[in-house]
Nanobody, 124 residues
Framework: QVQMMESGGNLVQAGGSLRLSCTASGLTFDNYNMGWFRQAPGKEREGVSCINRSGGITYYAESVKGRFTISRDNTKKTLYLQMSTLKPEDTAMYYC?????????????????WGQGTQVTVSS
């Protein structure tokens, strides 16, 4: 049974930093592209940042470029998202996802497994 467990969400002031983690079990982690997605109340889910199997290719949404960094540790089966210079508009539930198909950036339809999410709230 595949499980994806996110952690690291919190309430933080604007300009602050957080690091999200996602630990996967029940799958061969390095066979999967991984991604972070977020959904704010009343908005559609969006792809924030994604990374390919080896970690050699990454994608970032324009809104987070230069502020967020995605990384993965295949030996620990863990995905990370380092978030800096946080803004109130970054407030959302953040989900990690795993996709077994070819690299497609952050197109959510190509991701098979999803976590339950971790809440990030940025106060102004």
């Amino acid at each position: 049974q595949v499980q994806m467990m996110e952690s690291g969400g919190n309430l933080v002031q604007a300009g602050g930093s957080l690091r999200l983690s996602c630990t996967a079990s029940g799958l061969t982690f390095d066979n999967y592209n991984m991604g972070w997605f977020r959904q704010a109340p009343g908005k559609e889910r969006e792809g924030v940042s994604c990374i390919n199997r080896s970690g050699g290719i990454t994608y970032y949404a324009e809104s987070v470029k230069g502020r967020f960094t995605i990384s993965r540790d295949n030996t620990k089966k863990t995905l990370y998202l380092q978030m800096s210079t946080l803004k109130p508009e970054d407030t959302a539930m953040y989900y990690c996802a795993a996709g077994s198909g070819f690299w497609s950036g952050c197109r959510s339809g190509y991701y098979n497994y999803w976590g339950q999410g971790t809440q990030v709230t940025v106060s102004s």
